[in-house]
């Protein structure tokens, strides 16, 4: 419980027990990201090429890093470093020191790493590579236990050829089949046959009605969707503590003669919140905005590719609040191109930012293991994800999300180039971006977001260890803030300004039995460069 749940008029709700630390000692996501914005030694950027540095032809690279200690010498402090690359598992638990390799540096913290040729090749098969410092004390201290990783610093910088370097091409997969198209009164079905298959099997289906992917199914015919939802346009999330920050949320603290009184004051010294006018918008994840297909159009339909384009339009409280062009380019391996402009209308102009531009899905419950290549191990957004390393990371639903004293949105990962869902025989879903610039944000989740926005309280969300997995993906999400809680934080270059046009483009490949979906966005990704 927290404040105004033991007949305390006058409270602060939640505000004095949500920081760094939850009650039981848990540790906030936030506390990486701060221990890493304050920790006492750090890499030294001298602009870009320090940060993503080049191989020279000697394969010697040179790190410079500041001691921010006052009292503590650079020979009290020991550094380690390893490699990880995007073909293989990063782990950040304690026992990777196994996997550490003394560095030695000098007395004014300059780094001499040898690259070993095995990384040039992989480099050159443009896979990515990334060298993790990470900085001990050089004696043992009183606090330090066997079952905790004892690093006070890290750091972690990508390696790339320079631009003039030879990279080996990377055989793209040939098509192995033929598509065919079926026109029904309220769907538009893709069939697939696959050189090894006999017959068609239906591979998606498309709603005439609303433009959205109502069926989906993985290379071994199983269904990816779950519970009949369908994989739909999603603008809204699970409101934040930080997004009820304004005046709103001041006045609602206050009692009613004095809220009534500041009325006035307080309007011209505070803004309100992001969530006050997202609910006066239409952006409520509790009543999302419905979705119009006024025409869904056969573009192309060869038997190598298939492309639709759906005109839909985003309705809430009877208006118009957002104008898409979806794209569906299908094709002989069972993926699917989807292409996205989204137009938000002149009635959302005043909401100062929006929440989210993407898309939802229900995910069958036995597809719950989970594999990406992002940032990690914990949840990470777009103004808090500095503390986080990119690599390839596993987890589960259960594993992804963080219990927020009141529920809101967590458990995203962010700058991803893909993720996998695969049940245990390694049927499932892939998502890929198109290019490793056009990263993109995803949470898969055992709670959806209206029933996260709903609860006040953790024991208002249903214990779940499996089930139905709610995965959101998105290539814009306003950042979630943190400066104060009692008005809107979050910085400019973080906000989705509604003024302007977005687009987004992603990769929908059915995964299968034997496939590596490492292997699988790495070739999705190649295919458009």
């Not at 990119?390 to 962010?414: C, D, F």
Request: with cysteine; proline share 5%.
């Amino acid at each position: 419980g927290y404040g105004g749940d033991f007949g305390d008029h006058i409270n602060d709700k939640q505000f004095c027990l949500n920081g760094i630390l939850s009650p039981d000692r848990q540790a906030h996501p936030a506390l990486h990201e701060i221990k890493y914005l304050q920790q006492a030694v750090a890499l030294v950027h001298k602009g870009k090429e320090t940060s993503v540095p080049h191989v020279a032809d000697s394969t010697t690279l040179h790190f410079c890093f500041e001691n921010r200690f006052h009292q503590t010498p650079w020979t009290e402090l020991q550094l380690k470093c390893f490699w990880s690359t995007d073909c293989l598992i990063h782990t950040d638990s304690p026992n990777h020191a196994q996997n550490m390799s003394q560095a030695e540096f000098d007395d004014k913290g300059v780094v001499t790493v040898e690259i070993n040729d095995s990384y040039i090749h992989l480099l050159r098969n443009r896979n990515r590579i990334w060298i993790n410092f990470r900085w001990f004390y050089r004696n043992r201290m009183e606090w330090m236990t066997h079952d905790v990783d004892t690093s006070f610093a890290k750091d972690q910088v990508e390696l790339c050829l320079p631009v003039s370097s030879t990279r080996e091409d990377i055989p793209q997969i040939p098509a192995d089949g033929c598509l065919k198209v079926q026109n029904t009164k309220d769907t538009v079905e893709i069939w697939l046959r696959r050189s090894v298959d006999k017959y068609f099997s239906r591979s998606a289906v498309i709603n005439k009605h609303t433009g959205n992917l109502d069926s989906f199914r993985s290379k071994g015919g199983e269904e990816i969707l779950s519970n009949g939802m369908p994989m739909k346009p999603n603008f809204t999330r699970a409101i934040t503590d930080n997004d009820r920050g304004g005046i709103d949320r001041i006045k609602s603290l206050m009692p009613s003669w004095v809220s009534c009184g500041m009325s006035l004051v307080g309007s011209m010294l505070f803004s309100y919140s992001y969530w006050f006018r997202w609910q006066k918008h239409g952006l409520d994840p509790e009543f999302p905005p419905e979705i119009k297909c006024h025409s869904l159009q056969i573009v192309k339909d060869t038997t190598s590719s298939v492309k639709l384009l759906a005109t839909c339009s985003l309705i809430s409280k009877r208006r118009v609040i957002f104008q898409q062009n979806i794209v569906y380019e299908f094709h002989t391996d069972g993926s699917i191109k989807l292409s996205t402009q989204t137009i938000p209308t002149a009635d959302l102009r005043k909401v100062g930012s929006l929440p989210r531009i993407g898309y939802s899905m229900c995910i069958d419950e036995k597809m719950n293991r989970i594999l990406y290549m992002g940032r990690g191990p914990i949840e990470n957004y777009a103004d808090r994800k500095e503390g986080s390393d990119l690599g390839v990371w596993s987890a589960s639903p259960k594993e992804m999300g963080y219990n927020y004293i009141v529920p809101s949105e967590n458990g995203n990962r962010s700058d991803c180039c893909w993720c996998s869902l695969a049940n245990e025989t390694g049927e499932g879903i892939v998502i890929v971006a198109t290019e490793v610039s056009a990263s993109f944000n995803f949470s898969a989740l055992l709670h959806a977001q209206d029933e996260l926005h709903r609860a006040t309280h953790t024991h208002h969300l249903e214990e779940r260890e499996e089930g139905p997995i709610y995965l959101s993906f998105d290539r814009h999400q306003m950042g979630i803030g943190g400066d104060v809680g009692w008005s809107p934080c979050v910085y400019k270059p973080y906000l989705l300004q509604p003024d302007k046009e977005f687009y987004s483009s992603f990769w929908l490949c059915p995964q299968g039995s034997g496939d590596d979906p490492a292997d699988l966005g790495r070739r999705k990704i190649r295919s458009q460069t």
